[in-house]
């Protein structure tokens, strides 16, 4: 069955959900106790971009959210444009991207998409160029954390600068991001998606997320499996 939005805003989906939001310098101060009695039960924040942005509003996000209760995690913007992967999943990292399996920490997620500082959506790069940046980012982010990342991304996106590459769904979890009443097809290679953002705006700050699950999968998710919780104790720090 199709989504249809509801009187909200927000779209009406088969099966639970969690409603959260994602948040960056843009939104600033943050009203997070407004949030969570608006719906918001989880939250992104972008920590860094490149190797050499950290997000100043970042560090009072995330304790922001953590204070009122909600899941967090914090977000990459991808600059392979800038350098490799490596250092900058590293930065990222050292900067507040870190995943611990403390039951409230989400996995922090590379943001991969249109290059807004210039007209070449895919960063100069050749599809398997683009697939192999993302992979070394993937696998560094894993090596540091015991788990790897989830990938924000869209189906455009991903289907013309990775050329389609379908091998990342089996270690990373997706947030698509599409605007609209229904999430549509996925990049390709997943079957489904974890996270959707579904608009810039709504009665949450910053962007509006839906989590495909109830509130324990979301704890679950937040977790993780034993494989990980025992791969990130085993991480160096």
Not at 182 to 209: C, F, I, K, S
Request: charge should be positive; proline fraction near 8%.
């Amino acid at each position: 069955a199709h989504p249809t939005p509801r009187g909200d805003g927000v779209p009406s989906v088969a099966g639970p959900v969690v409603r959260g939001m994602d948040v960056s310098g843009h939104q600033g101060r943050v009203d997070w106790r407004a949030a969570w009695r608006a719906g918001a039960r989880f939250a992104y924040v972008k920590a860094t971009e490149g190797t050499g942005f950290r997000s100043s509003t970042h560090r009072a996000q995330y304790r922001g959210a953590r204070a009122v209760g909600m899941l967090r995690g914090s977000y990459h913007f991808a600059r392979p444009d800038l350098s490799a992967a490596a250092p900058q999943a590293r930065f990222f990292v050292a900067n507040g991207g870190d995943w611990k399996p403390d039951g409230h920490t989400l996995p922090g997620v590379v943001d991969i998409e249109y290059n807004p500082y210039g007209p070449d959506d895919c960063y100069g790069l050749g599809p398997a160029e683009m697939s192999q940046w993302i992979a070394e980012f993937s696998d560094t982010y894993r090596a540091l954390t015991g788990r790897f990342p989830m990938i924000y991304t869209t189906r455009h996106w991903w289907n013309t600068c990775t050329g389609g590459n379908t091998g990342f769904a089996g270690n990373n979890p997706l947030w698509v991001a599409r605007y609209g009443p229904r999430v549509g097809e996925l990049p390709a290679g997943w079957a489904r998606h974890t996270m959707w953002q579904y608009d810039n705006e709504g009665v949450l700050p910053g962007d509006q997320n839906l989590f495909q699950g109830d509130a324990a999968a979301l704890r679950r998710f937040a977790t993780g499996s034993p494989r990980q919780r025992a791969a990130a104790r085993q991480a160096p720090r």
